[in-house]
């Protein structure tokens, strides 16, 4: 399977011709969309869900059956659910977004695992049940700190990480992040730049 990040949270899996996209969010590039065949979006924040590059899309886009977004014809999906898109089979795990403070924001927040083996956990840190091979983990966010990133690592042992929610890092601040993940954990942990592909 090839994995290209795209700016923040959004990545590109490909494999057989058969693309499919998870959080194309405002921040990133829309050449991240060409040729897909379905998308999946974790959540109904802006970062994480371009609703106007989507609505003229045309491809299936699933989201969580409770997030709040009705500009957008989606496929409601819930925790446990496990279904095919472009190809690929997804389950999604989870179920709300992590807490910034005094229980905001509060809204619904899936993770998912493509083909066992790839977990986009979106804005959350939820451990889904079963082991991962590729954790794309979240860098940076209000919603947490460096600390809880490192356990969310430690705590799945994937073989391949990836950092994933990084638009808000300025250089320095990446590269301090970068270190303290790949120093932290015994994961295989590696930096990709947006567009760079593995």
């Not at 058969?18 to 829309?30: M, Y």
């Not at 500009?71 to 910034?100: D, Y």
């Not at 083909?115 to 979106?122: F, M, Q």
């Amino acid at each position: 399977m090839r994995i290209t990040k795209y700016t923040h949270a959004c990545v590109r899996l490909e494999h057989d011709g058969r693309v499919l996209v998870i959080d194309p969010g405002t921040w990133s590039e829309p050449a991240a969309l060409i040729g897909a065949d379905a998308v999946l979006v974790t959540h109904e924040h802006a970062d994480h869900i371009d609703v106007l590059r989507l609505a003229g899309l045309g491809v299936p886009v699933y989201a969580p059956a409770d997030a709040d977004i009705p500009e957008l014809e989606t496929i409601g999906v819930s925790s446990g659910t496990e279904f095919t898109a472009a190809g690929f089979r997804v389950r999604a795990v989870g179920g709300r977004h992590a807490f910034i403070y005094d229980g905001e924001p509060d809204c619904a927040n899936l993770g998912y695992v493509v083909d066992e083996s790839v977990y986009h956990p979106g804005d959350s840190l939820h451990v889904p049940e079963r082991p991962v091979e590729t954790l794309l983990v979240p860098a940076q966010g209000s919603w947490m700190k460096m600390a809880e990133a490192i356990n969310f690592v430690n705590a799945i042992e994937p073989q391949r990480v990836f950092p994933i929610h990084d638009a808000q890092i300025n250089d320095r601040g990446l590269n301090s992040v970068n270190a303290w993940i790949a120093e932290s954990t015994d994961s295989g942990y590696r930096y990709l730049a947006p567009g760079e592909s593995l």
